[in-house]
């Protein structure tokens, strides 16, 4: 499957939906026509996601710093971390629907105990124009300038 999009987010995880989605509403909101695209190898998307917190889909922490994060530089994370605090990831859920309440600071899961409300509001993509292509890879890893992706 061939296609052109403007923006391609890798992985379509807890992280990578949130970024795909903030895309899309960041696009809407400037009346901008882009074209969104989550690319994950999973199957089934959010599996991982329904796992967070025994099942119960745990969203975050009472406080969060660099040293919870790996991948980049101490000072990389705590600019992102600056722009998304955990004040603004509560508030994301509210915009969803999802309440939030917190049961000790290394958790904060859905006020509702239904499965997981907080997981659907993360799949809810779709609502802001972010498409997701399941069970895509990378089918050519030889030259960083040309990356070819198929989805299945």
């Known amino acids: 499957m061939k296609f052109d999009t403007d923006i391609a987010v ?4 807890a992280a990578g939906l949130m970024a795909a989605i903030w895309a899309g509403r960041t696009a809407l909101q400037r009346s901008c026509n882009m074209r969104v695209v989550t ?3 999973a199957t089934k998307l959010g599996a991982k996601i329904l796992v967070a ?4 889909c745990n969203v975050t922490h ?4 660099e040293s919870a994060f790996a991948g980049s530089t101490p000072a990389a994370i705590r600019k992102v971390l600056r722009r998304f605090d955990v004040a603004k990831t509560v508030e994301f859920f509210r915009e969803q629907g999802v309440a939030l309440k917190r049961e000790t600071p290394e958790n904060s899961f859905p006020r509702r105990i239904e499965r997981p ?15 997701t292509l399941p069970r895509a ?11 070819k992706w198929h989805s299945r």
Not at 10 to 13: I, L, N, P, R, T
Not at 62 to 65: A, P, R
Request: aromatic letters at 0%.
């Open 10 to 13: 890798v992985g379509a995880g």
């Open 39 to 41: 690319l994950d190898g």
């Open 53 to 56: 917190g025994g099942g119960r």
């Open 62 to 65: 009472d406080e969060v710093d």
């Open 117 to 131: 409300p907080s997981c659907r509001a993360l799949l809810r993509a779709e609502e802001v124009g972010v498409e």
């Open 137 to 147: 890879r990378r089918t050519d890893r030889t030259s960083r300038q040309c990356r």
